[in-house]
């Protein structure tokens, strides 16, 4: 109760103080800010996804200024080395808006990145963006299918069924890459488990799936009774630890990523950065509203 009064309250203060909070989990404001991270993971033998941080279009320069900010930041991983791949949102292109104009958009960052040998994924964004995200991908996959991933949320009551026909389009010769998570949008029960075993249980059914039909899972969890179990499939289907990796947000459980990587598991983080921080913040803490309540106690007690 407390902490959803405290989610609840998040709109209403000011940036400053969420800025506070956001520092742990976003590599900075600038892409010097986000190659120094990715090259501090790279250095560990940690992969990274870049998420140049912005949601929604209000218009089409904006949309066009995010796309050069996307190819400025592959031109510079590919210069710079880096062992990264990128993460896109689609209604930062205007998914809903204009599906052509977000198609070509997003079909031009890959075409820049395929040509460095970069993967991009599409982000999975909230449930009206499920059908037109994955349509989306399948269009992209299409024509560069071993540079373009998706995501798949557990959470939803429909993902078991997307990604039965998402195994109808894979090609063989390039298994899809799913990034598996169990999905962080407030959807109504009607559409979405709500219940921790539900989701869990839905999570593992579908990296059970995957596993079994070849596909590349990206394992999206922070969750260390999950991974476990996760760990169990992988067993059970005899997977060479090329098969999968493992990815965790910047910021996040560091101590349970020391161990995967130290156990030889393949290890991606995901590090936003950019002007547009903002959103990104707000949504995280409202999924952890106990972070603001340790930031006030922290600030209160050393007043
Ligand atoms: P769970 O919520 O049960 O958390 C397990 C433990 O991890 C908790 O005890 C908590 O301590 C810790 N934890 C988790 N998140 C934390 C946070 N933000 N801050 C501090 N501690 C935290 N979702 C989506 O809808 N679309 C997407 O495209 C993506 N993409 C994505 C990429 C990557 C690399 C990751 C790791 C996650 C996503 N997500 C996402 C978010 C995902 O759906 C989910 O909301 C979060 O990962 C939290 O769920 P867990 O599986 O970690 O379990």
Request: aromatic residues 12%; contains cysteine.
């Amino acid at each position: 109760m407390i902490n959803r009064l405290i989610a609840w309250t998040i709109q209403f203060l000011p940036e400053r103080f969420i800025w506070i909070f956001s520092k742990k989990y976003i590599a900075g404001k600038t892409l010097d800010d986000a190659v120094r991270v990715v090259n501090h993971f790279n250095a560990q033998g940690i992969f990274t996804t870049m998420d140049v941080l912005g949601e929604s279009l209000d218009n089409k320069e904006q949309a066009l200024k995010f796309q050069k900010n996307y190819f400025k930041t592959i031109k510079e991983s590919a210069k710079k080395g880096l062992k990264t791949s990128f993460s896109v949102k689609p209604t930062m292109f205007g998914l809903h808006r204009d599906f052509d104009f977000c198609h070509t958009a997003i079909r031009e960052i890959i075409a820049l990145a395929s040509g460095y040998g970069f993967l991009v994924r599409i982000d999975m964004e909230d449930s009206n963006c499920t059908d037109p995200e994955l349509k989306l991908f399948e269009k992209l996959y299409i024509e560069f299918p071993a540079h373009v991933g998706i995501v798949l949320q557990s959470y939803l009551k429909r993902t078991y069924s997307d990604l039965q026909n998402i195994l109808k389009i894979s090609n063989p010769k390039y298994p899809v890459n799913i990034r598996l998570c169990k999905g962080i949008y407030i959807e109504p029960p009607g559409i979405a488990y709500k219940k921790k075993e539900e989701i869990n249980f839905s999570f593992l059914n579908c990296l059970d799936l995957i596993l079994a039909e070849n596909l590349f899972p990206a394992i999206a969890t922070h969750d260390k009774p999950l991974i476990q179990n996760c760990l169990s499939l992988i067993s059970k289907h005899n997977k060479d630890k090329k098969e999968y990796e493992f990815q965790m947000l910047y910021g996040v459980a560091p101590l349970l990523r020391a161990k995967l990587v130290n156990e030889g598991h393949a290890m991606r983080i995901y590090v936003p950065y950019g002007e547009h921080w903002f959103h990104y913040s707000t949504r995280r803490l409202k999924e952890n509203p106990h972070l603001v309540r340790d930031i006030i106690v922290g600030f209160l007690v050393k007043k």
